[in-house]
Nanobody, 124 residues
Framework: QVQLAESGGGLVQAGGSLRLSCAASGRTLSSYAMGWFRQAPGKEREFVTWISSSGGTTYYTSSVKGRFTISRDNAENTVYLQMNKLKPEDTAVYYC?????????????????WGQGTQVTVSS
């Protein structure tokens, strides 16, 4: 069993930056691919980015490409999401998730473990 806990959310002005962390306990994250998803009010949860278990491969949804960066520190059992040039449309609850699969990582059903989420609010 893997427990995930997100932190680092908050209120920021448009154009600002935030760094989200996802700390794991229970098992080492090194064998899991990790993803970040987000859910805005009244909308379905959507994929943001994923990183392979080794950290060698990443993928981003087009709306965040060039602004967000996912990384991981397997020694610290933590995954990060650096978010720059934030826009009001980035406002959402952000969730990290872990998957033992290395495929179909843009789909939430691929993930086995989820955190509780952290709120990110971007004001205009």
């Amino acid at each position: 069993q893997v427990q995930l806990a997100e932190s680092g959310g908050g209120l920021v002005q448009a154009g600002g930056s935030l760094r989200l962390s996802c700390a794991a306990s229970g098992r080492t994250l090194s064998s899991y691919a990790m993803g970040w998803f987000r859910q805005a009010p009244g909308k379905e949860r959507e994929f943001v980015t994923w990183i392979s278990s080794s950290g060698g491969t990443t993928y981003y949804t087009s709306s965040v490409k060039g602004r967000f960066t996912i990384s991981r520190d397997n020694a610290e059992n933590t995954v990060y999401l650096q978010m720059n040039k934030l826009k009001p449309e980035d406002t959402a609850v952000y969730y990290c998730a872990a998957s033992s699969s290395q495929y179909a990582l843009a789909y939430s059903a691929t993930y086995h473990y989820w955190g509780q989420g952290t709120q990110v609010t971007v004001s205009s």
